[in-house]
């Protein structure tokens, strides 16, 4: 049969007839999309050509192929992982190595009482070669029983990761052996290290081409509102990426992998990309599955013997005794000793790739024949039984939910807008109790005034924040040494004059104080430490952006108190606060700006928590609860909604919440380098160039 469009439908249909049937009797689909493709292809009817489910299709394979790696690395969320990143790190050495150890050691045995290596050079030749083959496992058959069954849980998380890191193992093993196969065989010298180099070479540039496929993912996707917008824009970028590292010689599966990993650990991030994803995943995945299967052969296992078995049954033992040593090692939960090793044995793409760099390679080619059968009935039969024993970990861990879990995604509104600077900034007069100036004050917060647009409001939150610590506001003018003319002056007067009526106004008192210098940053911190300032605020700037985010910049890093950056938008009160954040750190750094202004009247105030849409409603309840706990603490909970709540995507979560409130209230970022900033990105940033309400942002004093 060579008509591919026919070839499609009957696989498609066929594929969805096995998984449906595997279901009824409580087995993965991906057993059953195998399992029809083994019937259809040469171990049964024989219904397709070699020809017909090779090149013609090949390009279906690729896709998969990306959307599987590409959706590994959404597992790889750096928060998540650091708690455990030694217990990873320990459990992938330990499972890669045992595969390679026990399948080179039984393989030797094997291959020397058959007599199918000539010499013991060439015994242990092919030994090594199989072994770092066995070190592969198929990403694309757990990710799927996983995604099918729902698993959660830290058997889940660690095995994801887990995943990711042995196949870029499995490249580097495979690459260091090759190289030491040729040194051996032949009589050049150096050519070791030259393998070696090459293997970095093309682990480090597919990580590379990667992130670079992240960050232009995350760019193009955060500008798009509608979700054939970004799964068109999102395909073609990643098909591109696939592409990319084909022609240039490394890896697609690292490459997608570190782009899903870039996208989900960028802090603003926005995952609708792989849910989109995830809609269009199913006719690919039964597709893929079933070539799969077609391309398997029963032949082949009478043709590998005893060396398809040993290599079958060591890959399998070095692989759940290496990954329980290794979870041993790292005290890993119980769960994940006794069961992440079963759902490691799975073995197909990546080894049949490697097959293909033997066939390729010189020296290589000789053992192919050998090789090519026994790495294929090891796939028949562990793509036959790694699914299952999959869904097996899974379940005896006790991650698959009862029942599915609805994932509240917050962050699909089509229609956001871009804020817009206001000429001045309208207020809300003053109606809340006047406030008492302190009988003995303690310190200042100063705030500089450098627009009468902006001053008045700045002068309000200022008084609010020096009444909760019992202290003064103070303006701090930072006059030029040169250029100062008589408008200028009598400019600065009318500013002072109404800063004042305003303070007056809440019942308090402004002082004063100028300060000569042409180093606006240099004045404001001259001025903060002369004064024991307690807090330094100041308004955002639209009229120079790039000189006013570099001044801001070194007054957060050598201020000696916490300085509180207001972004105005529409008209400035204060009775509707909204707090987001998704680490609990944040809530410390703003606690006591936010009982500043909670002091001075009644406001409601929103503690919005943002968790990932894969945590469970177990999580999101546990971190509810203990919202709650810290808002009763610090005597906030009359005043205060807390709300948690799962999303896909934080910036537009955000953006869409605000709408309902007048003030939002968030913690500053961390310095960070620039090589960093471009990685991960800001999720404040994000949040203040779209969001229409005011925004105060609080940047803590860095301690030394």
């Known amino acids: 049969m060579e008509n591919t469009t026919l070839i499609l439908a009957i696989l498609l249909g066929a594929g969805f007839t096995g998984a449906w049937l595997c279901k009824l009797i409580n087995l993965p689909s991906v057993t059953g999309y195998i399992c029809v493709g083994l019937i259809l292809g040469p171990s049964g009817f024989n219904l397709f050509s070699e020809q017909a489910v090779g090149p ?35 459990i992938g050495l330990g499972e890669s190595l045992g595969a390679f150890i026990m399948v080179s050691l039984g393989c030797f045995i094997i291959i020397q009482l058959t007599g199918l290596g000539s010499t013991i050079l060439n015994s242990m030749v092919l030994a090594i070669l199989l072994g770092s083959v066995s070190v592969a496992t198929a990403p694309a058959t757990t990710m799927h029983v996983l995604r099918e069954i729902k698993a959660a849980g830290p058997l889940t998380t660690s095995l994801l990761a887990v995943i990711a890191m042995d196949n870029g193992l499995a490249i580097m093993i495979f690459g260091i052996t090759l190289a030491a196969v040729n040194h051996l065989l032949t009589a050049g010298h150096g050519g070791i290290w030259i393998m070696i180099y090459a293997s970095l070479l093309e682990i480090c540039g597919s990580l590379l081409l990667g992130i670079i496929t992240g960050l232009l993912l995350d760019f193009v996707n955060s500008r798009l509102h509608k979700k054939n917008e970004v799964l068109t824009a999102g395909l073609a970028l990643l098909l591109l990426c696939g592409e990319a590292a084909r022609i240039f010689g490394m890896s697609p599966l690292l490459a997608g992998m570190a782009a899903g990993f870039t996208i989900v650990n960028r802090e603003h991030r926005d995952l609708r990309i792989f849910r989109t994803f995830n809609t269009f995943e199913p006719p690919i995945y039964v597709l ?64 049949i790739g490697l097959i293909f760099l033997i066939n390729n390679d010189a020296t290589g080619s000789n053992f192919s024949a050998i090789v090519t059968p026994v790495v294929l009935a090891e796939v028949f039969m562990s793509e036959t039984l790694g699914p299952i024993l999959t869904r097996l970990a899974a379940k005896q861990a006790g991650e698959i939910p009862t029942a599915s879990l609805a994932a509240t995604s917050s962050g699909n509104d089509d229609d956001l807008k871009q ?14 109790p006047k406030l008492s100036p302190p009988m003995h004050g303690e310190g200042v917060v100063i705030f500089g005034a450098g627009h009468i647009a902006t001053g008045a409001a700045l002068a309000r939150m200022t008084t609010i924040f020096a009444n909760y610590y019992d202290a003064y506001p103070m303006v701090a003018q930072i006059i030029p040494l040169t250029g100062y003319n008589a408008e200028k002056q009598a400019g600065d007067k009318d500013l002072l004059a109404a800063l004042k009526a305003e303070v007056h106004n809440m019942g308090s008192e402004l002082y004063a104080v100028t300060n000569k210098n042409d180093d606006i940053a240099q004045g404001i911190l001259e001025t903060a430490r002369q004064s024991q300032a307690r807090g330094i605020v100041l308004g955002h ?24 950056i207001i972004k105005f938008s529409g008209t400035f009160h204060t009775e509707r606060i ?30 919005l928590r943002l968790m990932s849409s894969s945590d469970t409603e177990q999580d999101i309840r546990q971190a509810k609860e203990e919202l709650t706990h810290w808002a009763a603490t610090e005597k906030l909970s009359q005043l205060t909604t807390c709300q948690v709540i799962s999303t896909e995507a934080r910036q537009k979560t955000i953006l869409k919440e605000a709408a309902n409130y007048d003030l939002i209230i968030m913690a500053g970022p961390p310095a960070q380098a620039l090589p960093q900033r471009l990685m991960f990105g800001s999720l404040h940033a994000a949040v203040a160039q779209g969001c229409e309400k005011t925004l105060v942002t609080v940047y803590p004093p860095v301690r030394e």
């Open 288 to 351: 893929f599955f079933t070539l799969a299967g077609v391309h398997l052969n029963v032949v082949v296992l009478a043709t590998a013997g005893w060396l398809g078995l040993a290599y079958f049954l060591c890959r399998t033992i070095g692989k759940i005794g290496g990954a329980g040593t290794g979870a041993l090692l790292a005290s890993s939960p119980p769960t994940v000793k006794r069961y992440l090793g079963l759902a490691l044995t799975p073995q197909a793409g990546v080894a």
């Open 419 to 432: 804020s817009a600077i206001p000429p001045g900034v309208p207020m809300v007069p003053w109606t809340w």
């Open 578 to 607: 909204l707090v987001p954040f998704f680490h609990k750190q944040a809530l410390k750094e703003i606690k006591d700006h936010l009982k500043a202004i909670a002091a001075v009247g009644q406001h409601r105030i929103t503690l």
């Open 56 to 90: 013609q299709l090949e390009h279906f394979i690729q896709i998969a192929l990306m959307l599987i790696s590409f959706g590994i690395g959404e597992h790889m969320e750096i928060a998540r992982l650091r708690s455990s990143a030694r217990s990873v790190i320990l």
């Open 541 to 564: 700037s639209a009229i120079n952006p790039a000189a006013f985010q570099k001044i801001i910049g070194r007054i957060v890093a050598e201020a000696p108190c916490p300085t509180i």
